[in-house]
């Protein structure tokens, strides 16, 4: 595993009252602060989660999920798919030595 360059960084998802696939994305682009070209679908998001280039330098990266047991409730579909690509994202850091977490803190 390669030796952390630095702080991890840390950012909030708030899915608190999202409901549907455009509510996560567009809460996404909002409270990651996506670049200017995520186009707003599952391949996009993908994209962005994983070129970080955005995010910042770093050893690791933490992104801290609210509201994310009502999401998977009021739409479980488009819960399981970005639960997939969620882990995906992290299993794609961490071949490449970067350690990458995804808290969701009303996970059960």
């Known amino acids: 595993m390669a030796a952390m360059t630095g702080p991890t960084p840390a950012l ?4 608190d009252g999202v409901s549907d696939k455009d509510g996560l994305l567009l809460r996404c682009a909002q ?3 996506f670049p ?18 955005w995010w910042g330098e770093a ?3 933490l992104l801290h999920v609210r509201g994310w047991s009502a ?6 579909e488009a819960a399981a798919i970005a639960s997939d690509i969620l882990a995906d994202t992290v299993a794609y850091w961490a071949a490449r ?7 969701c803190a009303d996970a059960p």
């Open 71 to 76: 999401f998977r409730e009021a739409a479980p």
């Open 59 to 61: 050893g690791g990266f």
């Open 12 to 15: 909030s998802l708030n899915l």
């Open 36 to 53: 200017d070209w995520f186009g707003h679908n599952w391949d996009a998001l993908a994209d962005c989660l994983t070129d970080l280039s």
């Open 97 to 103: 030595g970067t350690p990458m977490t995804v808290h």
């Open 31 to 33: 409270d990651l602060r």
